[in-house]
Structures are given as C-alpha cells and as structure tokens.
Antibody, heavy 117, light 107 residues
Framework: QVQLVQSGSEVKNPGSSVKVSCQVS????????FAWVRQAPGRGLEWVGR????????DYTQKFQGRITLTADKSTGTAYMTLSRLESEDTAMYYC??????????WGQGTLVTVSS | EIVLTQSPGTLSLSPGERATLSCRAS???????LSWYQQKPGQAPTLLLY???RRAPDIPDRFSGGGSGTDFTLTISRLEPEDFAVYYC????????FGQGTKVEVK
C-alpha cells in the first residue's frame, strides 16, 4: 500500500516562500505521477500542478505559473512543492496526491500553510 | 482550460433518499478523464469513481456514475448517514480542474 506523508504546518510572512515535502512509502516515486491540490479555508479543491518524476515533466495551472516549482528526489522518494512570493490568499491546506488511471487514487494528509504578517 | 460546473451547490435530502449530482464541462471531455471524490470535514478527499463510472476499490454499489461529452452525473441510490459530505468532480487534463463542489446535507 502506497502512503504519502507530508511535512508539518508552516507559518510564513507575505512575500516569502514555502517548501512542502511529500514522502512516498510502500512504492517507488519514479513509477508514479503526483498532483498537488490546495484548499483554502471553507473553500473547494483547487488543482495546482503535476509532476511526472520519471520524465522530469511538470504541468501547472496558469495562475501559479512563475511562482510554483514542483520537484522530486528519487534518492529519498520525496516530492516537493515550492510556492514563492506568498500572499494571504495562499493560506490553505496543500495536498500531495498520487495519480493513476487518470484520477487521484491516493492523498497525503495535507500541510496547512498560513501566510500572515 | 476546461471549466467544470457542479450543480446544485447544496442538496438537502433525508437518509434513504436518492441523490443526483451534476458535473458539466465547458467543452467535451473524454469519459476516461472524469472522476468523483467525497470529502468529509477535516479529512482529505477520497476517490469514489474514475473513468466517469468505475467504482474505486471498497466503494459501495449505491454510488454510480454516468455521462459523456459535457454532462456527467454521480448518483447515490439510497443515502446512508455517512454519505452526507461534499462531492467534487475532477477533469484529468493539462492542467487538471475541479468542479466547485456539491454539498449533500441532511434535510
């Protein structure tokens, strides 16, 4: 059973960056595709981006272009999401998730990122 | 980018009733790329259906899905107490997009 374990909550100042990690256990990171999804408090799900580690391919929603970087470290089996130039509107729960059969089949527990001065 | 519109925003029903949720795409999409998720408060979402109509492992058969092109539906044949939650559709695309969600609440 593949499990995704994310890093802990973060509190960041506006204008700074945050890096969230997603450790894969029970499987090889290289064989999977990962999506990142966020959810602002009381709001719906928002697709952020995707990384295919074995192809070193990434895909981002346009609104995050230029601010987001998705990476993967095959040696440690960890995927990362870095979001820069943070604004208060970026306060949200960030989920990493595994894709398969053109759907999201597994979700991490979520990482709460709070942007506040 | 595909836009998914879910309706209604809120569905007020009683246990035992049938729930029909709609997900409409701004342009035709492949059925293989449409999936449905359930989310309960304080929890991560869980996959219910993929390929528009295929149930994920361990999902009860009271959940069913259908549709094609731009119109897709999720049906819960008889609501159980644990089914009251928020439901999202997702288009697996480049990029992916979620609908805004339908809340199924107790009437």
């Amino acid at each position: 059973q593949v499990q995704l374990v994310q890093s802990g909550s973060e509190v960041k100042n506006p204008g700074s960056s945050v890096k969230v990690s997603c450790q894969v256990s029970g499987g090889s990171l290289s064989t999977y595709t990962f999506a990142w999804v966020r959810q602002a408090p009381g709001r719906g799900l928002e697709w952020v981006g995707r990384i295919i580690p074995i192809l070193a391919l990434t895909d981002y929603t346009q609104k995050f272009q230029g601010r987001i970087t998705l990476t993967a470290d095959k040696s440690t089996g960890t995927a990362y999401m870095t979001l820069s130039r943070l604004e208060s509107e970026d306060t949200a729960m960030y989920y990493c998730a595994r894709e398969e059969a053109r759907a999201i089949v597994e979700w991490g527990q979520g990482t709460l990122v709070t942007v506040s001065s | 980018e595909i836009v998914l519109t879910q309706s209604p925003g809120t569905l007020s029903l009683s246990p035992g009733e049938r729930a029909t949720l709609s997900c409409r795409a701004s342009q035709s999409v492949s059925s293989d790329s449409l999936s449905w998720y359930q989310q309960k408060p304080g929890q991560a979402p869980t996959l219910l259906l993929y390929g528009a109509s295929r149930r994920a492992p361990d999902i009860p058969d009271r959940f069913s899905g259908g549709g094609s092109g731009t119109d897709f539906t999720l049906t819960i044949s008889r609501l159980e107490p644990e089914d009251f939650a928020v439901y999202y559709c997702l288009h697996y695309g480049t990029p992916g997009t979620f609908g805004q969600g339908t809340k199924v609440e107790v009437k």
